[in-house]
């Protein structure tokens, strides 16, 4: 199993919820976050003072797909929130040992 964290910028959260929905792939834990890359926050102007934003909003959405959907998965994701434009985002894929339904006990892919 794989665990796939994409981080992307808040307005594509719809546009990646939907291409997930529509390859099958419906669970998916959502989470405001703020964060910089190579973008480096950005500046704003409040009652005529400019202030520099060191952290700019973004959103995390993790996923836990079998391994054969893995690349399907990120694939859409990347699609889905591509706007071509600086800040897009990162997507990042981690190995999962174990998954367990807490109300069943299913285990593995069973569990998904």
Same mark, same amino acid.
């Given at each position: 199993?794989? @665990?796939?964290?994409?981080i992307?910028k808040?307005?594509?959260? *719809?546009? /990646?919820?939907?291409?997930?929905?529509?390859?099958?792939i419906?669970g998916?834990?959502?989470?405001?976050?703020?964060?910089?890359?190579?973008?480096?926050?950005?500046?704003?102007?409040?009652?005529g003072?400019?202030?520099v934003?060191?952290?700019?909003p @973004?959103?995390? /959405?993790?996923?836990?797909?079998? *391994?054969?959907r893995?690349?399907?998965?990120?694939t859409?994701?990347?699609?889905?929130?591509?706007?071509g @434009?600086?800040? *897009?985002g990162k997507?990042? /894929?981690l190995?999962?040992?174990?998954?367990?339904?807490?109300?069943?006990?299913?285990?593995?892919?069973?569990?998904?």
């Open positions: 199993m794989k @665990k796939i964290e994409a992307i808040p307005f594509k959260l *719809d546009d /990646v919820k939907e291409a997930l929905s529509e390859i099958g419906y998916m834990t959502v989470t405001e976050v703020n964060g910089y890359g190579r973008q480096k926050g950005h500046k704003e102007i409040y009652r003072a400019e202030y934003v060191d952290f700019v @973004k959103i995390k /959405v993790e996923i836990v797909v079998n *391994d054969e893995a690349e399907e998965a990120v859409t994701i990347r699609n889905a929130a591509n706007s @434009k600086i800040g *897009d997507i990042f /894929v190995s999962v040992e174990q998954a367990i339904r807490v109300r069943t006990g299913e285990t593995g892919d069973e569990a998904l």
